[in-house]
């Protein structure tokens, strides 16, 4: 382990919340809602069993014509969940999180075969917090993406579920010509769901996130994971000089640029 930086137990998330393997979607999706939460922990009688997310929402239920009310989550969770130990340092976290692709659950050691409860969660945005707090510098120009995605304000919203779930992103632009309009975004869509107005042949539009932020494409890893901490932002936009879009830069990004950059 390196030493002299933070470990899980320090910087993890400890608002855990957890739903039946057996309850339906809506159930999950409020929960979210209500905690402000990508995710929940699915679990049996024995513990752990799954995590369910915003990306499996999209692409396991509404991408795949399901009801918020007819699946149960055994069916439509990301099973196994992501372990980490709760002494794993900050860069052995990050690198975990770019090798596993997802959410990591922490747990306390233990010997093999000796189940425990789960003692926190860690985010992407979780470990961009540590590590503009640590001040740390890196480069992340080789992992932000440059294809952007864009939809127009009036295309339909399983349209835009589709695209997403095809390209595996979480968020696509809405821009009418070179002007951008906004963001829908995964978190966008699990905070709309629930609502009467909201319906896949609605308008993106009508959904979006309209106060888009952005920055321009020389800012610093430690620029970028600041701008996400204090704006509370998980994607951020990258612009030339002219205001024109040329680049999107995700936490998780972030993440595998730490994690490559140590």
């Known amino acids: 382990m390196l030493t002299g930086m933070s470990t899980a137990s320090e910087f993890m998330s400890r ?3 957890t ?3 057996q309850s339906n979607v809506s159930k999950a999706v409020k929960l979210m809602v209500d905690y402000n939460i990508g995710g929940v922990i699915v679990t049996d009688d024995e513990g752990p069993v799954g995590i369910f997310t915003e990306r499996d929402l999209l692409s396991n239920v509404l991408n795949a014509g399901k009801s918020l009310e007819e699946p149960i989550l055994m069916q439509v969770m990301t099973p196994s969940p992501n372990h980490l130990s709760s002494k794993a340092t900050l860069i052995e976290t990050a690198k975990m999180m770019t090798q596993k692709k997802g959410r990591l659950v922490v ?3 233990r010997p093999l075969g000796i189940i425990t409860h789960p003692l926190g969660i860690i985010t992407a945005t979780d470990i961009i917090r540590e590590i503009q707090k640590e001040g740390r510098q890196f480069d992340f120009k ?3 993406s440059r294809i952007v995605y864009e939809a127009p304000p009036r295309t339909r919203v399983a349209d835009v579920v589709r695209l997403m779930a095809e390209k595996r992103i979480g968020s696509v632009i809405v821009s009418e010509g070179q002007f951008p309009r906004g963001i829908f975004t995964e978190r966008d869509l ?3 769901v629930l609502t009467t107005e909201f319906r896949m042949d609605g308008y993106v539009e009508n959904f979006a996130t309209h ?3 952005t920055a321009g494409e020389g800012i610093t890893g430690y620029e970028a994971a600041y ?3 204090s704006r509370r932002i998980k994607r951020l936009p990258l612009t030339r000089e002219n205001g024109e879009i ?3 830069v995700t936490a998780r990004d972030l993440v595998e640029a730490f994690a490559n950059s140590v």
């Open 15 to 17: 608002k855990l919340v």
């Open 19 to 21: 739903v039946s393997s």
């Open 107 to 109: 747990f306390d050691d």
């Open 142 to 144: 080789e992992s932000s």
């Open 190 to 192: 699990l905070r709309s």
């Open 211 to 213: 106060h888009l932020i």
């Open 227 to 229: 701008t996400m901490r």
């Open 246 to 248: 040329c680049g999107i």
